[in-house]
């Protein structure tokens, strides 16, 4: 089944940590609206970028989601959430380059996670929290290239 022209739902679901501990990471029938959500951001993300992308993590169910070590109010485990990369460009160029235009793409919030790039449909709470960088000690607004 495809969620938007480039991305499908095994990949927005697949999880090799899932699979190596046999949980079901199945999307709920409730949650395909979010999914299909998330792919429609993902592909202004790509059209963008002018690049194909690789899901890394999509949806996560709770299980799946706990044994990663995510909090429960994790965007992944309502489908609304996605950690991708650009194979060929480094995440912290394509975290630049999206900080600039996340309006325009209707990205949320916006996440540098160094190996990967998070992205979320719905605003954070705090515009504060809208794009940040993961440091050894947490979060820092913007992105960053320093620890």
């Known amino acids: 089944m495809d969620l938007s022209p480039h991305f499908t739902y095994s990949e927005f679901t697949r999880s090799d940590t899932a699979a190596r ?13 979010n999914a299909m959500t998330t792919a429609a951001m993902l ?3 790509r059209t963008f970028l002018d690049a194909p992308m690789m899901v890394t993590s999509g949806y996560r169910c709770h299980d ?3 044994a990663i070590g995510s909090k429960d109010t994790s965007d992944h485990v309502k489908a609304l959430a996605c950690d991708f990369t650009v194979p060929g460009t480094p995440p912290f160029i394509i975290a630049r380059k999206l900080a600039a235009v996340m309006d325009q793409l209707q990205i949320g919030q916006l996440i540098y996670e160094h190996s990967w ?10 515009v504060i929290n809208r794009i940040l960088t993961v440091q050894s000690w947490g979060y820092s ?7």
């Open 21 to 33: 501990l046999g949980i079901v990471n199945d999307l709920p029938i409730e949650l395909v609206h």
């Open 117 to 126: 790039i998070h992205v979320g449909v719905p605003m954070p709470d705090k």
């Open 141 to 147: 607004p913007g992105v960053t290239d320093g620890a």
């Open 64 to 66: 799946l989601n706990k």
């Open 43 to 45: 592909e202004r993300i």
